[in-house]
């Protein structure tokens, strides 16, 4: 039994909405008078009970096991807030029938297309992954117990490719801890499908959570164990050569990391550069981005934080990231390119780079503390015209 104390009668009936009483008493097996006790507090829920129930009105247990009750009015959510609620099961009611999986395929495919290319990624995102997350979710349970093989299959693909947006999308909204679990739900749900693929993708959207969470030793080793394993898995040439050196590039952002220059550029030359040679530009396996030219610009970017940055902006100069699928990475290398400015004193160079950033992806410029860091500094350096246009910037940018 759970305590009779907290106020689970409140939740489930502010959960349960306009939904009819005795609609969703059946939906779960009980008696409409039974549900109406519990709600005025005058029956406990059996946990089996209170577990049916959440699945119903398509919330996690716990939120019925709060120890508030409901306020009379809920502070409006905000758009981040939705995809986190989304993520951790509030979602369509159980008896909902599911998201056919070639409908998840394409809006996954759809948000992933957004999430690369647009420069309002993240107001996008937004607006598309409350309700896509929670789809994805509910088929994938349902999925579960689909004696449908094929379907099954093609669901846990879906979610997997998802989760792997969303430990992006997370990671890069401030939430570490969500990232690691959308992580660990992608590889969780790769494995399900058997899926060679996505198991290494996964492997490689938890090496990026470890660095994000600074632990680059532990990413180091995750990558280089599960490049390993790709290696000797069997999948189509191209696709193997991508994630090995996608993998190849996690371990050596580790390494440098860690200040270990030489092991970085070492691997970053025999390893990644190897992999990358067999792999065109534009393939982007996985959504990796992994090719030649994504090898170039982590060259870039070991020099820039060894403190390289002659020989970093002479190694941007031949580097042109106009073929790449991601401007994601467009924008990552402008913001080496500007921070090696910034390093160099060079403040009207590191303005010039900052406002083409802004007109590449103003909400990357906006969210990026690497970016609004340097403004800041412009402002604090520069003197007359080129303050003013950093302050400008600034304001522009919501951050003064």
């Known amino acids: 039994m759970v305590a009779a104390d907290l106020p689970i009668g409140d939740w489930i009936r502010h959960h349960r909405g306009g939904r009819r009483q005795d609609a969703v008493a059946g939906l779960v097996g ?3 008078d039974y549900l109406s006790q519990i709600e005025r507090g005058l029956k406990v829920p059996s946990l089996p009970i209170l577990y049916a129930l959440a699945q119903e009105l398509g919330v996690p247990a716990a939120a019925l096991l709060s120890e508030q009750a409901p306020a009379t009015e ?16 509030y979602g369509p009611a159980r008896s909902t ?5 070639a409908v998840l395929r394409d809006r996954v495919e759809a948000a992933w297309q957004s999430w690369q290319t647009s420069g309002n990624r993240f107001t996008e995102a937004a607006e598309t992954l409350p309700d896509l997350v929670a789809d994805v979710e509910h088929a994938t349970r349902a999925a579960r117990a689909s004696t449908d093989p094929a379907e099954r299959r093609a669901v846990l693909r879906a979610a997997a490719d998802l989760y792997c947006l969303l430990r992006s999308y997370l990671r890069r909204t401030g939430r570490v801890d969500l990232a690691t679990i959308a992580a660990d739900r992608a590889k969780r749900a790769a494995e399900d499908a058997d899926d060679p693929l996505r198991i ?6 938890l090496g990026h959570v470890l660095l994000a969470a600074g632990q680059p030793a532990e990413a ?3 990558a280089l164990r599960a490049a390993e394993q790709v290696a000797a898995t069997t999948m189509p040439e191209t696709e193997q050569a991508a994630m090995v050196g996608a993998l190849q590039l996690v371990a050596v952002v580790g390494a440098a990391r860690r200040r270990r220059w030489w092991e970085a550029r070492d691997r970053l030359t025999q390893q990644a550069a190897k992999a990358a040679r067999r792999v065109p530009d534009d393939s982007n396996v996985a959504r990796t981005v992994f090719g030649p030219t994504n090898v170039a610009l982590h060259a870039l970017s070991i020099d820039m934080e060894a403190g390289e940055t002659g020989e970093a902006l002479h190694t941007a100069d031949a580097i042109d990231t106009s073929g790449l699928p991601s401007r ?10 500007a921070a090696c400015h910034s390093q160099r004193r060079d403040d009207a160079a590191a303005l010039l780079a900052l406002r083409d950033l802004e007109t590449l992806a103003p909400e990357d410029l906006a969210r990026t503390p690497l970016a609004r860091q340097l403004v800041l500094t412009v402002i604090r350096r520069a003197r007359g015209m080129h303050a003013r246009q950093a302050e400008q910037l600034a304001e522009r940018i919501g951050l003064v």
């Open 74 to 89: 809920e502070a409006a959510d905000t758009a981040k807030a939705a995809v986190g609620r989304a993520f951790l099961g």
């Open 30 to 32: 009980i008696s409409p």
């Open 97 to 101: 029938r599911p998201v056919p999986s």
């Open 328 to 337: 994601e990475r467009e924008f990552t290398f402008g913001l080496e390119v």
């Open 220 to 222: 180091e080793e995750l």
């Open 200 to 205: 290494a993708a996964a492997q490689w959207n």
